[in-house]
């Protein structure tokens, strides 16, 4: 007789403001053993299918009990419709979308369904993410589900890192391929091997502990989920930690230095941040504000340099920053002169004819200065040369 396993993950920790990504512990347990009474494993049954697996129900799984109704459920990883059928919620399998009754597939073909404002057709991280992603972050943050700030960090997340897992599990390119061939564009190199959904895709064949027991087949599949669940899902955590406790406070920072930057230059291209402790993601909250200025009819040019302390101290030294194109990776609206690439110290003073200069890097979209004053000059020269 076949004996289903259920891959039973333990309750990751809350976010708090000063909380570090969670663990999670495998335990795999045949269901001939009882959840209550083994493991406490009390909350609703979770379903998706067995065999391989990838990045979305891994994250889809684990999104799921960062919720308090689900923090305790046990996993069934199989496609027996009577097994599923006895699942509180379902994940990726089963051939129904609907919320009501906690089904989240997305392969029937006549599924289309994206995340507001967005065409990317969602995956079921994409699901559990739309219906559940605000209770999840005002879960792990204190903050109103309600509230502007759940729902702005809301759409950033699915931006930034959701829907990527969509994608990717729909088979949808960042760009259209046919048009990059007809521009007679080559990548550089090759980068399948970086994203997450090629770490989960190596988990479906890690090797598992010393210390795992069960040379079951499918308790060892079970074993490989959970371990890319926790990974996924440490991602997740990570960016809500970030996007919460650094990008979101840095939006009144930044706004201010964005309205404050005509005291640096008179065609608003350097804008200067001050803070006291820690650096200040600014780069989003910018390209945002720029866009919001284009519908003025006193817009200035766009912003070249940004310049920051290297720390809080009243004499830290000074960092200059050129700011990228949007979305084109590490492309400059304008680089640091040529002519100061890659050099530093007093050679750099005398190229530059600035005092107090540290380095430029050899790429030229940093630089540094020992003074405000002195990387404030290098930005104006940058600026105008």
């Not at 919320?99 to 991280?125: C, I, M």
């Not at 990717?168 to 046919?178: A, E, K, L, P, V």
């Not at 406070?249 to 930057?261: C, F, G």
């Not at 949007?326 to 007093?346: H, I, M, T």
């Amino acid at each position: 007789m076949h004996v289903l396993r259920r891959a039973v993950l333990s309750r990751p920790k809350s976010l708090c403001r000063t909380s570090i990504a969670p663990v999670v512990r495998l335990r795999v347990m045949s269901t001939s053993e009882t959840p209550a009474k083994k493991l406490k494993m009390t909350g609703p049954l979770i379903g998706t299918h067995n065999g391989h697996f990838h990045a979305d129900e891994a994250l889809a799984v684990y999104l799921l009990r960062l919720l308090p109704t689900y923090a305790s459920s046990p996993l069934v990883r199989t496609r027996d419709p009577s097994v599923l059928s006895t699942c509180h919620t379902v994940v990726d399998v089963g051939g129904v979308y609907d919320a009501s009754a906690n089904r989240y597939d997305h392969h029937q073909r006549e599924f289309s369904a994206v995340y507001p404002g967005h065409n990317t057709k969602l995956s079921s991280a994409g699901l559990v993410y739309l219906h559940f992603g605000k209770d999840i972050i005002a879960q792990h943050t204190g903050l109103d589900v309600a509230s502007e700030d759940v729902a702005v960090l809301w759409e950033k997340l699915y931006t930034d890192l959701i829907e990527s897992f969509d994608a990717n599990d729909n088979g949808i390119n960042q760009y259209t391929s046919s048009a990059i061939a007809k521009a007679g564009i080559e990548k550089n190199f090759e980068e399948r091997g970086f994203s997450i959904a090629s770490v989960v895709g190596r988990y479906n064949r890690a090797p598992l502990p010393t210390s795992f027991s069960d040379t079951a087949p499918q308790a060892e599949e079970d074993a490989r989920f959970a371990r890319a669940s926790e990974f996924t899902g440490e991602q997740f955590i990570l960016d809500l930690s970030d996007a919460y406790k650094s990008w979101l406070p840095a939006r009144a920072l930044v706004t201010q230095a964005y309205n404050d930057r005509l005291q640096y230059d008179p065609h608003g291209r350097i804008m200067v941040i001050h803070y006291k402790k820690e650096g200040v993601p600014w780069s989003d909250h910018l390209y945002g504000l720029e866009k919001r200025a284009e519908q003025k009819p006193d817009v200035q040019a766009q912003v070249l340099y940004v310049l920051f302390p290297e720390n809080g101290d009243a004499d830290s030294k000074w960092r200059i920053r050129a700011v990228s194109k949007e979305g084109s990776g590490f492309e400059n609206r304008k680089d640091l002169p040529d002519a100061w690439k890659g050099v530093r110290d007093e050679k750099l003073d005398e190229v530059s004819g600035i005092p107090g200069c540290v380095f430029v890097h050899a790429a030229g979209f940093i630089g540094g200065n020992k003074t405000f004053e002195g990387a404030l000059k290098m930005a104006a020269v940058a600026a105008d040369a």
